[in-house]
């Protein structure tokens, strides 16, 4: 299996500041590499695909980039709104998808 | 857009048989995408079950083993998830969701997702 280990596993934040939120693979994945974002009792919701592309409908503040391994979603500004929980998932191995541990995105 | 709905028992007893079904609205379950089951355990992360295409070809998660099963119904445009010999460790929010994926780029990710199902094992 493909391990894919996300970074912080939580953080405090405030609105307007800038989030940085890693997630790293255990073997190469190319760019085949998802972001989700989930709020409590509620479905996950695609944010960014292939490592880059964002999704229809989500806010420009949200990007995603890759190095290698080592994968990056960013918040530019949070909004109220992007208080939640943030997964990545691998899409490398098909028959085999697994997701990061999540990294949950608190108030200050 | 594809809407996607789970139903089943919300209570399972210990070494039962889990059994839920997931309708798709608003799409054909012979598209392209792969029909899959997600499950997230109280307070934990998520977990990819398994998928399966139209053609009935399914992929399952190598640690659930041979307890999973998943399987597509073409004439009522569902696909249903089995899950034998469960324990408290199986109790959980099960989710259906579609995975979209291009043959030509070799792209896939959860593009919908339904709004999820608690399934407790208890006696």
């Known amino acids: 299996d493909i391990q894919m280990t996300q970074s912080p596993s939580s953080l405090s934040t405030s609105i307007g500041d800038r989030v940085t939120i890693t997630c790293r693979a255990s073997?190469?994945?190319?760019?085949?590499l998802n972001w989700y974002q989930q709020k409590p009792g509620k479905a996950p919701r695609l944010l960014i695909y292939?490592?880059?592309r964002l999704q229809s409908g989500v806010p420009s503040r949200f990007s995603g980039s890759r190095s290698g391994t080592d994968f990056t979603l960013t918040i530019s500004s949070l909004q109220p709104e992007d208080f939640a929980t943030y997964y990545c998932?691998?899409?490398?191995?098909?028959?085999?998808?697994?997701f990061g541990g999540g990294t949950k995105v608190e108030v200050k | 857009q594809v809407q996607l709905q789970e139903s089943g028992p919300g209570l399972v007893k210990p070494s039962g048989t889990l059994s839920l079904t997931c309708a798709v609205s608003?799409?054909?379950?012979?598209?392209?995408?792969?029909w899959s089951w997600v499950r997230q355990s109280p307070g934990k992360g998520l977990e990819w079950i398994g998928d399966?295409?139209?053609?009935?070809?399914?992929n399952y998660n190598p640690s659930l083993g041979s307890r999973v099963t998943i399987s597509v119904d073409k004439s009522k445009n569902q696909f249903s998830l089995q899950l034998t010999s469960v324990t408290a460790a199986d109790t959980a929010v099960y989710y259906c969701?579609?995975?979209?994926?291009?043959?030509?780029?070799?792209?896939?990710?959860?593009?919908?997702w339904g709004q999820g199902t608690l399934v407790t094992v208890s006696s």
């Open positions: 969701a579609s995975l979209e994926y291009s043959s030509t780029s070799g792209l896939s990710y959860f593009a919908y």
């Open positions: 608003g799409g054909s379950i012979s598209s392209t995408n792969w």
């Open positions: 399966i295409f139209h053609s009935g070809t399914p």
């Open positions: 073997q190469h994945i190319s760019d085949y």
């Open positions: 292939a490592a880059s």
């Open positions: 998932q691998q899409s490398y191995n098909t028959r085999g998808l697994t």
